[in-house]
């Protein structure tokens, strides 16, 4: 059964103070993995995603980057408006093409 | 419109009574996808629609219904629904590619966030 887990569960930073979010995944041959925001009340809103190990893509303050377990999801600098649950989801080869498993999301607090 | 729009955003309704959720997509997508959205849980996948067919019923329970007309419209039709089925329901659409290497990369809606008493 596919696997993804999300860590840490809640990260609070002040203004400008880089991290990462963490996701890692348990799957049976990786067909992609997706990474999303999700702000309160609202339906998920898709950023990347990454197909194989070694990858990177960017986005304003966010980089995201996979390893053959896991997947991190950097923030440089990070603003305010960058709170808001970040999801991570996987889509494995040999399941439907159609099926997601997401984890339960870090919630990213950033104070001025 | 652009995107994916559901109605109505938020709903309150009785356990007896029988309400519809409306999910319309705007990206000329072949898939649609009903979730189910609970406090501190992933999201659940519970219908998909490929090509106006159901591909996927992930075990949920008859009172939940789904109708998919066309492509681009996705219905969910509820009845004699429990207080746990209080959640967010997010509606999504992607544009599935048959074979190998195929990415389904889903955009979803703004939600209904509905509440059972």
């Known amino acids: 059964e596919d696997q993804v887990t999300q860590s840490p569960e809640a990260l609070r930073l002040q203004e400008g103070e880089s991290s990462s979010l963490n996701c890692s995944y348990t799957?049976?041959?990786?067909?992609?993995l997706f990474w999303y925001r999700q702000d309160p009340g609202k339906g998920p809103e898709f950023l990347f995603t990454?197909?194989?190990a070694g990858e990177e893509k960017e986005k304003e303050r966010l980089k995201a980057t996979l390893t053959k377990k896991e997947s991190f999801l950097h923030i440089t600098a990070p603003k305010p408006e960058d709170s808001a649950t970040y999801l991570c989801?996987?889509?494995?080869?040999?399941?439907?093409?159609?099926?997601?498993?997401f984890g339960e999301g870090t919630q990213l607090t950033v104070n001025p | 419109e652009t995107g994916v729009t559901q109605t109505p955003r938020h709903l309150v309704m009785g356990m007896t009574n029988k309400k519809s959720l409306k999910c319309e997509q705007h990206?000329?997508?072949?898939?649609m996808y009903w979730y189910k959205q609970s406090a501190k849980k992933p999201l659940e996948l519970m219908f998909v629609?490929?090509?106006?067919?159901?591909?996927e019923n992930n075990s949920v329970p008859s009172r939940f219904s789904p109708e998919c007309p066309n492509s681009s419209h996705l219905f969910l039709h509820l009845h004699t629904l429990q207080p746990e089925d209080s959640a967010l329901y997010l509606c999504?659409?992607?544009?599935?590619?048959?074979?190998?290497?195929?990415?389904?990369?889903?955009?979803f809606g703004p939600g209904t966030r509905l509440t059972v008493l």
């Open positions: 999504a659409s992607s544009q599935l590619i048959p074979g190998p290497g195929a990415y389904n990369e889903q955009f």
């Open positions: 799957v049976s041959g990786l067909r992609g």
């Open positions: 990454l197909y194989s």
């Open positions: 989801a996987v889509q494995a080869e040999e399941t439907s093409g159609s099926r997601l498993t």
């Open positions: 990206l000329g997508h072949n898939a």
């Open positions: 629609y490929n090509f106006k067919e159901q591909t």
